[in-house]
Structure formats: C-alpha cells, structure tokens
C-alpha cells in the first residue's frame, strides 16, 4: 500500500515556474513508476508525465515537453515535477499516481493516486 500526498501548487504569472512534490509513505517506494496528471475544469484528467522505477527514464506529454522535468528521490521517497515557462493553459490541479508495474500514459495504469494540487496560471 502507497499513500500519495502532493504539494507545491499555488497561482504564479505566465512565464513563471512551480516544483510540485509527491511525498509517498509506504514500502518499496523506490520500486513503482511514478507519473503525473492533471485536470482543468470540465476537462478529462491527462498525462503529464512519467518516470520509471527502474533506470530512471522519463517520458512527457508533448504539451509539457521541454518546459516540465520530472525526477525522484528515492531516498526522500519523493517524485518531483519541475515546471517552467508556465502557461495559462497549464492551470489545473495536479495529481501524481503510483503503479507498482511499468506506469504509462493512462490513468488506468496506476493504482494509487494523491489528492491533487492545484496550480493556477495567470495571464
């Protein structure tokens, strides 16, 4: 059993950036894929990004690529999600998830999930 618990969100100018943080409890941390999703309002929930337990790889959503770094630390038992150049169309509350398999790009992929945080982008 993984509990999630992100934060980090808050309201910040576009162009501005955020590290959001998914703190986990739990045993084996270290050994499940984390990712990252978020969801706008009247909108469905969509990837982010991921990172895998295993080497480390990483793979984004191409509307975040370039501009958001997803990485961990394994020994703090924290996944972390720098974003940078954020625009408005980043506003939404994030959410990150664990999945003690490979991960993936789809919700369904991963078993336990934070309560989310909410990140706010102004124009």
């Known amino acids: 059993q993984v509990q999630l618990v992100e934060s980090g969100g808050g309201l910040v100018q576009a162009g501005g950036s955020l590290r959001l943080s998914c703190a986990a409890s739990g045993r084996s941390f270290s050994r499940y894929a984390v990712g990252w999703f978020r969801q706008a309002p009247g909108k469905e929930r969509e990837f982010v990004a991921t990172?895998?337990?295993?080497?480390?790889?990483?793979y984004y959503a191409d509307s975040v690529k370039g501009r958001f770094t997803i990485s961990r630390q394994n020994a703090k038992n924290t996944v972390y999600l720098q974003m940078n150049s954020l625009k408005p169309e980043d506003t939404a509350i994030y959410y990150c998830?664990?999945?003690?398999?490979?991960?993936?790009?789809?919700?369904?992929?991963?078993?336990?999930w934070g309560q989310g945080t909410q990140v706010t982008v102004s124009s």
């Open positions: 990172i895998s337990w295993s080497d480390g790889r990483t």
């Open positions: 998830a664990a999945d003690s398999k490979n991960g993936g790009t789809w919700a369904y992929d991963y078993d336990y």
